[in-house]
């Protein structure tokens, strides 16, 4: 009977999708390479019919990041109707539809389609008998800069980055320069016209609900020179991951009709904030909070600090996947609010794990995962903070103490005695190496995914950055 209903509300779905598809030119397959970049093909909307839900549209998975080689190159992609929407940002009418990836063959999934991990997770979720669904809820800071260029070849290598809010454009002399700017560490959060970018970001969230994106608040962040934040509501694991993508798509489009160019790289400025993606997290089993406890800290149950401890003993090989970029570790340093110390806490945001207080609703409490940034793939980095947070709880890992004290303000000896997040990719790469079975319980991750992925993120990233000069290696070297 479950399987008839299922089968009954998947065909509801379909019929929903293609009502939507009516009304359309173009119909856009979307997926997501191993690296996280939103990937897509096209379609007139008279090709779209219910077949295609069934037996998918064929593509060539070798000129994809980390999927396949040239002699296993085809592949399809299956559309899930539930993520059918019109398209925000096309101005051509086009009905957005997000795939999963599989084997033209047999339709079988292939595994390294990082959507597949996610629901492997939340189905491994339910087979601990823990919980029945796990919610996230990432907090995407990002930037939005009037122009950006940058370059690196064999005899030179800059970047620059200029935008009106920027404090170093105070003493600019041109016509006309009408100040009110955000200083450094400032920008948190003054209304219009110092913050520039109101109606920008009410375009934004009009534009995510209307695709299906619930969200709650927007405002400027602390950094100068544009650094804002859009808040979504939380969601189921692999759904959050969905949202996650069409954010960045419409955010990046949208910010280009308006002149603007956006990114979500975690340290684009020196010496001002960074830009990170804060996770909520909780799990609920029988329509419950499993870590909520009147009479536990910060109202957490037992079985939310062994999550808690999962993470923080994970976290070296968790930051391999959640904070996976080279400028991941221009953030992740002591100052500027940055989560480097693996404690937790109720107020201290330089604590890797917070627990909000806002709220006295049982179904709002949450924990807070602060090291991640949006240069990860959200559904590796969602699926493997779960893992992380389940072993926890399977083995009973001891979180420790919380820390609700100021750890910058904390004696060289006290500092000394508190771990801290890796400084590197390449020691987060490490410890991944080392310590990634919590990953493959239960298959949700493979060895192989995260050996082509510790390859990837060595060579093509961590590699070719120490192959090349830094331009302040030249203010420290040139003259010795």
Same mark, same amino acid.
Not at 190 to 206: K, M, W
């Given at each position: 009977?479950?399987?008839?209903?299922?089968?009954?509300?998947?065909?509801?779905?379909?019929?929903?999708?293609?009502?939507?598809?009516?009304?359309?030119?173009?119909?856009?397959? /979307?997926?997501? =390479?191993?690296?996280?970049?939103?990937?897509?093909?096209?379609?007139?909307?008279?090709?779209?019919?219910?077949?295609?839900?069934?037996?998918?549209?064929?593509?060539?998975?070798?000129?994809?990041?980390?999927?396949?080689?040239?002699?296993? !190159?085809?592949?399809?992609?299956?559309?899930? #109707?539930?993520?059918?929407?019109?398209?925000?940002?096309?101005?051509?009418?086009?009905? !957005?539809?997000?795939?999963?990836?599989?084997?033209?063959?047999?339709?079988?999934?292939? $595994?390294? =389609?990082?959507?597949? +991990?996610?629901?492997?997770?939340?189905?491994?979720?339910?087979?601990?008998?823990?919980?029945?669904?796990?919610?996230?809820?990432?907090?995407?800071? &990002?930037?939005?800069?009037?122009?950006?260029?940058? =370059?690196?070849?064999?005899?030179?290598?800059?970047?620059?980055?200029?935008?009106?809010?920027?404090?170093?454009?105070?003493?600019?002399?041109?016509?006309?320069?009408?100040?009110?700017?955000?200083?450094?560490?400032?920008?948190?959060? @003054?209304?219009?016209?110092?913050?520039?970018?109101? =109606? &920008?970001?009410? $375009?934004?969230?009009?534009?995510?609900?209307?695709?299906?994106?619930?969200?709650?608040?927007?405002?400027?962040?602390?950094?100068?020179?544009?650094?804002?934040?859009?808040?979504?509501? &939380?969601?189921?694991?692999?759904?959050?991951?969905?949202?996650?993508?069409?954010?960045?798509?419409?955010?990046?489009?949208?910010?280009? $009709?308006?002149?603007?160019?956006?990114?979500?790289? @975690?340290?684009?400025?020196?010496?001002?904030?960074?830009?990170?993606?804060?996770?909520?997290?909780? &799990?609920?089993?029988?329509?419950?909070?499993?870590?909520?406890?009147?009479?536990?800290?910060?109202?957490?149950?037992?079985?939310?600090?062994?999550?808690?401890?999962?993470?923080? $003993?994970?976290?070296?090989?968790?930051?391999?996947?959640?904070? @996976? !970029?080279?400028?991941?570790?221009?953030?992740?340093?002591?100052?500027?609010?940055? #989560?480097?110390?693996?404690?937790?806490?109720?107020?201290?945001?330089?604590?890797?794990?917070?627990? #909000?207080?806002?709220?006295?609703?049982?179904?709002? /409490?949450?924990?807070?995962?602060?090291? #991640?940034?949006?240069?990860?793939?959200?559904?590796?980095?969602?699926?493997?903070?779960?893992?992380?947070?389940?072993?926890?709880?399977? /083995?009973?890992?001891?979180?420790?103490?919380?820390?609700?004290?100021?750890?910058?303000?904390?004696? +060289?000896?006290?500092?000394?005695?508190?771990?801290?997040?890796?400084? !590197?990719?390449?020691?987060?790469?490490?410890?991944?190496?080392?310590?990634?079975?919590?990953?493959?319980?239960?298959?949700?991750?493979?060895?192989?995914? +995260?050996?082509?992925? +510790?390859?990837?993120?060595?060579?093509?990233?961590?590699?070719?950055?120490?192959?090349?000069?830094?331009?302040?290696?030249?203010?420290?070297?040139?003259?010795?």
């Amino acid at each position: 009977m479950a399987r008839k209903k299922d089968a009954e509300k998947y065909e509801d779905k379909v019929a929903n999708a293609m009502k939507l598809a009516k009304g359309v030119k173009m119909v856009d397959f /979307k997926f997501t =390479d191993m690296p996280g970049i939103m990937q897509h093909v096209s379609v007139p909307a008279r090709l779209l019919d219910e077949s295609k839900f069934g037996e998918g549209h064929g593509f060539d998975g070798s000129s994809i990041r980390g999927f396949t080689h040239i002699d296993e !190159s085809d592949m399809v992609l299956i559309p899930d #109707p539930d993520s059918a929407v019109v398209d925000p940002v096309c101005q051509v009418p086009t009905l !957005s539809v997000i795939c999963d990836v599989a084997h033209p063959l047999t339709t079988e999934r292939f $595994e390294r =389609d990082p959507r597949y +991990i996610a629901q492997k997770a939340e189905a491994y979720l339910k087979t601990t008998g823990l919980g029945d669904v796990a919610y996230f809820g990432p907090e995407l800071e &990002f930037f939005v800069f009037d122009s950006v260029s940058f =370059d690196q070849n064999q005899n030179s290598g800059y970047y620059y980055i200029d935008s009106e809010e920027g404090i170093w454009n105070s003493g600019r002399n041109g016509t006309p320069n009408l100040g009110h700017r955000p200083r450094n560490k400032e920008g948190y959060f @003054p209304v219009p016209p110092v913050d520039t970018l109101q =109606d &920008f970001r009410s $375009e934004c969230v009009i534009r995510l609900e209307q695709s299906g994106i619930e969200c709650e608040v927007h405002h400027h962040e602390v950094a100068t020179a544009g650094q804002c934040e859009i808040g979504m509501k &939380f969601a189921n694991l692999t759904k959050k991951a969905d949202e996650v993508m069409m954010y960045k798509y419409i955010l990046k489009n949208t910010a280009r $009709e308006f002149g603007k160019t956006l990114t979500f790289m @975690p340290k684009p400025l020196f010496g001002d904030n960074g830009t990170g993606m804060h996770v909520h997290q909780s &799990f609920m089993k029988d329509g419950k909070n499993v870590f909520y406890d009147e009479e536990g800290y910060a109202q957490l149950s037992q079985t939310a600090l062994y999550y808690i401890g999962g993470l923080l $003993e994970h976290s070296a090989a968790l930051l391999g996947l959640t904070s @996976p !970029s080279t400028n991941s570790y221009r953030r992740l340093v002591p100052g500027y609010e940055a #989560p480097v110390n693996l404690v937790y806490s109720m107020s201290n945001r330089s604590a890797a794990i917070r627990v #909000p207080m806002y709220s006295k609703n049982p179904r709002a /409490k949450r924990i807070e995962y602060r090291p #991640p940034d949006a240069t990860s793939n959200p559904y590796l980095a969602f699926s493997a903070m779960l893992m992380a947070g389940l072993d926890g709880i399977k /083995k009973k890992i001891s979180p420790g103490e919380p820390h609700d004290t100021d750890l910058f303000e904390l004696s +060289i000896e006290e500092a000394a005695s508190i771990k801290q997040v890796p400084g !590197s990719l390449d020691k987060s790469l490490e410890a991944l190496e080392a310590d990634n079975d919590f990953l493959c319980q239960g298959n949700v991750f493979t060895h192989d995914l +995260i050996d082509t992925w +510790i390859e990837y993120k060595r060579v093509k990233e961590c590699d070719a950055i120490r192959l090349r000069p830094h331009p302040w290696e030249f203010f420290l070297y040139y003259d010795c």
